[in-house]
T-cell receptor, first 114, second 114 residues
């Protein structure tokens, strides 16, 4: 089954404690992306990757890091989480040259930073 | 400054009637527009899209209309069914350098009443 998986699904942490949210896709997609969803703001892109070892900032990259060492994995790293990073996070992937930009989304990770 | 706006946070419709969800955008360089549907505790799923060179695209009960002069698009669902109750996100594709980027609206919660 084609899918994007994220772990963990729910996470409660404290300010300053480093955390990683994993993302993996099994569709051999080149393009992967991270979004955060906040009330009234929709989904905003944090970082994206067009292929292995190629990453770039989205609209709200501050406080986040990513890496793309393998095609299937695209972890999101919060080196020193702060309460304003409390949000619902989605990972997505697509074929790089997909005409209709059909991004496949993971189920989401709900993060609470105390 | 939101480039994609969904001004109605919620919409209630009777089963069997038409649902019309609206979306406005400001960037005339967007070349593709998409609608995603999101159920609680799941990631968004692609619903339907339209190229900027077209004014209508239909897929079963779902039709998207694009009015480029007004920078407005709408999603029509006919007939509406209770299973259509979800959050609907409008998204527009633009380019940042050579990379595609999707800009999302804030979403509209559709409730179809039986």
């Amino acid at each position: 089954e084609a899918q994007v998986t994220q772990n963990p699904r729910y996470l409660i942490t404290v300010t300053g404690k480093k955390l990683t949210v994993t993302c993996s896709q099994n569709m051999n997609h080149e393009y992967m992306s991270w979004y955060r969803q906040d009330p009234g703001l929709g989904l905003r892109q944090i970082y994206y990757s067009m292929n292995v070892e190629v990453t770039d900032k989205g609209d709200v990259p501050e406080g986040y890091k990513v890496s793309r060492k393998e095609k299937r994995n695209f972890p999101l790293i919060l080196e020193s989480p702060s309460p304003n990073q409390t949000s619902l996070y989605f990972c997505a992937s697509s074929r790089r040259y997909a005409k209709e930009e059909t991004q496949y989304f993971g189920p989401g990770t709900r993060l609470l930073v105390l | 400054d939101q480039q994609v706006k969904q001004n109605s946070p919620s919409l209630s419709v009777q089963e069997g009637r038409i649902s019309i969800l609206n979306c406005d955008y400001t960037n005339s360089m967007f070349d593709y527009f998409l609608w995603y549907k999101k159920y609680p505790a799941e990631g968004p799923t692609f619903l339907i899209s339209i190229s900027s060179i077209k004014d209508k695209n239909e897929d079963g009960r779902f039709t998207v209309f694009l009015n480029k002069s007004a920078k407005h698009l709408s999603l029509h669902i006919v007939p509406s069914q209770p299973g259509d109750s979800a959050v609907y996100f409008c998204a527009a594709r633009g380019f940042s350098g050579s990379a595609r980027q999707l800009t999302f609206g804030s979403g509209t919660q559709l409730t179809v009443l039986p």
